[in-house]
């Protein structure tokens, strides 16, 4: 019997952080010996907002392919590559463009929520808007039935799953209904507390050094009320304890938690167990991350490889598409 197919992308508009790596990458690596997985770095989605300069993209894919395989992703189990290696997708996206209302479009709720969000690039522009459905036409291509995201993109695959429907009934079965696979994760804090995201400049990225991330937790803000070192605070308005629940032991957990508000121990010891505790699973990270970055034409074959390989999928597909629509051959 063969596998089920599983399908998620991300994104390289900046740097991968640890809410990256707990968030997306560790659960893409678990799902890798299962089903047949599909994993690429969204380098077109990376233009519809950064369009205007694009002189950290190349850089950028390259951080998200070495934090890939350096988090354990192996290129001989999962399939890696790069969305603008793989044209098929634009010619998805312009097919299924034609049957999709402006409305479904203008109606999701990232659409409106990021274009309020950033002031500083314009965002009416005919490639944001249509963002969602070329998410649709990466999924749809492989035929995925799963897709390992966070929440904040279950209105994209609504919409995939809605358009794939539509596409369906206009011409027949050809897109299964793709399922999100929720991270455990959604959600990682950034050292001020605010959702992490490069926007805040509060992120702990995966390619800082290590006295950086030492640097970074241990100047992270912690309950505002206590004060003193004798003050009892709410490990739950401390970021550092909600990092704590992503990167400790229960055990650790409960220490602190207890610590805090009995006033046992002082800020600085508790960051110190959440420093051990990220330093041991980012020290292999780097230590991988620096034996791919030595050999940058190694990267490059795994890339391409991939890329050859989704190519093959999405062409089987893309027959099948255009068979559907009447574009096939004459006879
Ligand atoms: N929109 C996703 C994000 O920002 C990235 C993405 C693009 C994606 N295409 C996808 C995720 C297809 C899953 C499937 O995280």
């Not at 950033?118 to 963002?131: A, H, I, M, P």
């Not at 490069?198 to 912690?222: F, G, H």
């Amino acid at each position: 019997m063969s596998k089920q197919r599983v399908l998620s992308g991300i994104q390289p508009s900046g740097k991968l952080h640890i809410g990256n790596l707990v968030g997306a990458l560790q659960n893409w690596v678990r799902l890798q010996d299962q089903y047949e997985c599909y994993y690429f770095i969204a380098d077109w989605h990376a233009l519809t907002s950064q369009y205007a300069d694009t002189s950290a993209l190349k850089d950028n894919v390259l951080d998200v392919l070495v934090n890939c395989l350096a988090a354990g992703l192996d290129p001989e189990k999962a399939t890696i590559f790069a969305q603008s290696r793989v044209i098929e997708h634009a010619e998805l996206h312009v097919l299924l463009s034609m049957i999709t209302p402006l409305s479904w479009l203008e109606r999701v709720p990232t659409y409106k929520e990021k274009q309020q969000e950033v002031t500083d690039r314009d965002l009416n522009t005919y490639g944001f808007l249509g963002y969602p459905l070329l998410q649709s036409a990466d999924i749809l291509m492989y035929r995925a039935h799963y897709v390992p995201v966070g929440i904040d993109q279950m209105p994209h695959l609504e919409i995939t799953r809605e358009i794939g429907r539509r596409f369906n009934n206009f011409y027949g079965e050809v897109f299964p209904e793709p399922e999100g696979l929720l991270t455990p994760f959604p959600k990682v804090v950034g050292t001020d507390g605010r959702k992490m995201s490069k926007t805040y400049d509060n992120c702990i990225y995966l390619s800082d050094p290590p006295q950086d991330v030492e640097q970074k937790i241990r100047t992270m803000t912690t309950d505002p009320q206590r004060i003193k070192r004798t003050d009892k605070g709410d490990p739950e308005l401390s970021p550092v304890y909600h990092l704590h629940k992503v990167f400790s032991s229960k055990e650790e957990i409960d220490q602190v938690a207890d610590g805090c508000r009995t006033a046992g121990i002082g800020c600085i010891d508790c960051k110190k167990v959440l420093i051990k505790n990220v330093f041991a699973v980012l020290e292999p990270l780097w230590q991988q991350r620096e034996r791919y970055l030595r050999e940058p034409d190694v990267l490059e074959d795994i890339l391409e490889a991939g890329s050859k390989k989704a190519r093959q999928a999405a062409t089987d597909t893309m027959l099948k598409v255009r068979t559907a629509m009447g574009l096939g051959p004459m006879k």
